[in-house]
């Protein structure tokens, strides 16, 4: 089976950085994804990683460590809007087809 | 559409009656997925439609449960006698082919919520 781990809450600071944790069990593995839902929204995706190492785009990150079986995602320049909560996720084959979602982060940005 | 629409936005039902949930996947994605994402929770998978058919629906909970896709484009997820512990909010998701890579990226809708007194 697959299970994922994240924090359940996360606060910071309006322009600060933060950083959001995911450990995850699989049975087989193929990358992992983020995914971030406002209130009442839809999941949008983030970023996938199928390799080791730091993909980066614009103010959001996403780390994979393999070997670890642990991955984050990194959101700097912290801004109000990115109040929401972020899923790590993996899917269950070769593509996309079962995906298994952590239990989320909900991040909240303050002033 | 410009996106994954679902309809309705919000269905209240009473315990044991049917209900059919509809979701327009991105026009030209062939993969069609449903989740159902209970408060505080990740979503959770329920069915992925290849075109037409279901190629995984491991995850529908038990025979209640039940999803088509007649003509590769608009499912319906459907419910029967439902029960309490089905309230959910209900998403949907396309992706463009689901043979794997970047291209296989889930669009979601803004899902359905269904409340069952």
């Known amino acids: 089976g697959q299970s994922l781990e994240q924090p359940s809450e996360v606060t910071a600071v309006e322009g600060a950085i933060v950083q959001i944790n995911c450990t995850y069990q699989?049975?087989?593995?193929?990358?992992l994804s983020w995914y971030q839902q406002h209130d009442g929204g839809a999941p949008t995706f983030l970023s996938y990683n199928a390799l080791d190492g730091l993909e980066e785009t614009g103010r959001f990150s996403s780390f994979l460590s393999r070997s670890d079986s642990y991955g984050y995602l990194l959101l700097q320049e912290l801004q109000m809007k990115d109040s929401a909560s972020y899923f790590c996720?993996?899917?269950?084959?070769?593509?996309?087809?079962?995906?298994?979602f952590g239990t989320g982060t909900k991040l909240q940005v303050i002033p | 559409g410009a996106g994954v629409s679902q309809t309705p936005s919000n269905k209240v039902t009473e315990k044991g009656k049917y209900v059919e949930l509809r979701c327009d996947p991105i026009s030209g994605h062939t993969a069609l997925y449903w989740y159902r994402q209970s408060l505080g929770q990740g979503p959770e998978f329920l069915i992925y439609?290849?075109?037409?058919?279901?190629?995984?629906d491991s995850g529908l909970p038990n025979d209640r449960f039940f999803a088509v896709r007649p003509e590769g484009s608009v499912s319906t997820l459907k419910i029967q006698r439902t029960e309490r512990g089905d309230s959910a909010v209900y998403l949907c998701a396309s992706s463009l082919n689901a043979a794997g890579g970047a291209s296989d990226t889930q669009y979601f809708g803004p899902g359905t919520r269904l409340t069952v007194l």
């Open positions: 996720a993996v899917p269950n084959s070769g593509g996309y087809q079962k995906v298994t």
């Open positions: 699989t049975s087989g593995f193929y990358g």
């Open positions: 439609f290849q075109g037409t058919g279901a190629a995984d």
